[in-house]
């Protein structure tokens, strides 16, 4: 990260009511989205027993709480600090890195065999729509207001794209040519990604490269 942002810096003013509004847009749009990802990925990954879906579904499950995180400091009568949001989004980034560590590493040890899924295709085709144009928005933002909380959910969400192209790629792959352990090496490769970008989230530091 070449450029960082500190929360409470003068370069990191309090939002102002248009900033407030724009923020809680594009967290509405997110927490919509993420309640239909998460619902209809997880159906997936049940029906079809792909690891790579099961994964994904959890990571917009982990999106749907940090964009609540998110809004949480600019909702009136309630003392959350902008910090304490970006700490919790960073520590929610710690727990996508192990739930996408574990379930990769089980099914690689246990030699699972993925089913093709129509509707967990479809779900990841819209997430790669939809996900890095939030993921864009937010970085965006975050950069005017220096909101750290933000910027840690613009990760979230580009890693919910990373994780979308994943298992699409790991559904394709396994129907064509069988190979049932592809996506679960490919999804371990986000692990350091969301952990660099975890820990910068939880010291308070707004990536601006990222």
């Known amino acids: 990260m ?83 949001a970006a700490r919790i989004a960073g520590i929610l980034l710690y727990v996508l890195a192990a739930v996408v560590s574990v379930i990769a590493a089980a099914s690689l040890i246990l030699h699972q065999h993925p089913e093709t899924s129509c509707v967990g295709i479809g779900t990841t085709l819209a997430a790669l729509v939809i996900m890095p144009l939030l993921a864009g928005l937010k970085r965006r933002e975050a950069r005017r207001s220096g909101n750290a909380a933000l910027a840690a959910d613009a990760v979230q969400s580009a890693t919910c794209a990373y994780l979308a192209a994943i298992a699409l790629t790991g559904l394709a792959v396994n129907a064509l040519f069988h190979i049932a352990w592809f996506d679960s090496l490919a999804a371990l490769a986000a692990v350091p990604f969301l952990i660099k970008e975890g820990r910068a989230a939880r010291q308070g530091h707004v990536c601006h490269c990222c």
Do not use: K, N
Not at 13 to 40: D, K, N
Not at 51 to 79: N, R
């Open 2 to 84: 070449s450029e960082l942002t500190r929360i409470g810096s003068p370069s990191s003013a309090a939002c102002r009511p248009a900033r407030r509004s724009v923020v809680f847009w594009l967290q509405g749009i997110t927490l919509f989205w993420m309640l239909i990802e998460c619902g209809l990925s997880l159906y997936a990954a049940a029906s079809a027993h792909s690891p790579a879906m099961f994964a994904f579904g959890s990571d917009s499950l982990v999106e749907l709480l940090s964009a609540t995180v998110v809004l949480l400091p600019l909702l009136p009568g309630i003392a959350f600090s902008e910090l304490r």
